[in-house]
């Protein structure tokens, strides 16, 4: 290695890039919690378990990933080994809550 050399990193992109993608998060976020929203009003209209079950599941599989990804991203500073850890863990419970809700007895 030749001294004197400077390697250069680049974290994000451009800043138009950041942005949209920001804006694409949270556009993401918002249209789940109006979904989330909107079981959750329909279990309290019909009083069905899955109907509240598939608002959980839901808000587990999309909404909570989102969050979890900007406040780990933003807030909190955590690895990227222990956001994805989290991150998959909220999808997956998401899914089971989701199966549940499917095949409930």
Known sequence: MTPGVVLQTVTGGSETVVVLALAG??????????VVY????????NGTRPMLALAVGLALLVTGPIFLRLAFANVVAVSPATRSLATTASE???LAVIMYAIYDP
């Open 25 to 34: 998060l949270l556009v993401a976020a918002g249209l789940s919690l109006v």
């Open 38 to 45: 909107e079981l959750f009003e329909g279990y309290r209209r």
């Open 92 to 94: 997956l419970l998401g």
